[in-house]
């Protein structure tokens, strides 16, 4: 069984301040796939990244930053200087096989609100 | 433009009766997904499509049913059999069952 745990539900921080939300999985596959997606108020999912189990590089985009490591079984998001847009819903989720058939499964999400 | 379209972006049902909600991808992706979304819920897995003709049950399936005779469209039909249809509905398509989806903007059904 796989399994994606956001603990945070929701996480309010004042614009320009970085905030990291985190993701911790389970699974006992050694092959897995990590995503994190965006949710705005309009409702649309939108992907933001997609790591392999077998690639632990950090990775930069912009103001995004994601940590993955095994160790821990954590795959965090950290935002730097956060702005008001970045308010949302951010999901992130997983998907293995054979057990998972590759499926992603999705934790609860963690809320983000940013004040200016 | 590609993408995914859901429709109606809002659904209301009376109890007893059935509704179906639509999706269209024309992102030429095998795979189709439909998801529940409920406040604090997270999003739960109703049935997914692998491949034309071919649907599997997720974690939620009861009370829902699809079908996938075109690649393009997945139709989710929430039944009566559905005690609490109360929700927002999301379809997503990907490549395959390990890329990154793609989802619509979903569809919010509420029972009157």
């Known amino acids: 069984a796989q399994k994606v745990t956001q603990a945070q539900t929701e996480i309010s921080v004042v614009e320009k301040e970085d905030v990291t939300l985190d993701c911790v999985y389970e699974?006992?596959?050694?092959?897995?796939?990590l995503f994190w997606y965006k949710q705005p108020p309009s409702g649309e999912l939108v992907f933001l990244i997609r790591r392999n189990s077998f690639d632990e590089q950090n990775e930069i985009s912009g103001r995004y930053s994601w940590n993955f490591q095994k160790s821990t079984s954590s795959f965090n998001f950290t935002i730097t200087a956060s702005q008001v847009v970045d308010s949302a819903v951010y999901f992130c989720?997983?998907?293995?096989?054979?057990?998972?058939?590759?499926?992603?499964?999705f934790g609860r999400g963690t809320s983000l609100i940013v004040h200016p | 433009d590609g993408g995914i379209t859901q429709s109606p972006k809002y659904l209301f049902r009376k109890e007893g009766q059935n509704v179906t909600l639509s999706c269209e991808q024309n992102?030429?992706?095998?795979?189709m997904y439909w998801y529940r979304q409920d406040p604090g819920q997270g999003l739960r897995l109703i049935y997914y499509s692998q491949i034309v003709n071919d649907f599997q049950k997720g974690d939620i399936a009861e009370g829902y049913s699809v079908s996938r005779e075109k690649k393009e469209s997945f139709p989710l039909t929430v039944t009566s059999a559905q005690k609490n249809p109360t929700a927002f509905y999301l379809c997503?398509?990907?490549?395959?069952?390990?890329?990154?989806?793609?989802f619509g903007q979903g569809t919010r059904l509420t029972v009157v």
């Open positions: 992102l030429n992706h095998d795979a």
């Open positions: 997503a398509s990907s490549i395959g069952p390990n890329t990154e989806a793609f």
């Open positions: 989720a997983l998907s293995s096989g054979p057990g998972g058939s590759y499926i992603p499964t």
């Open positions: 699974t006992r596959d050694t092959t897995y796939y």
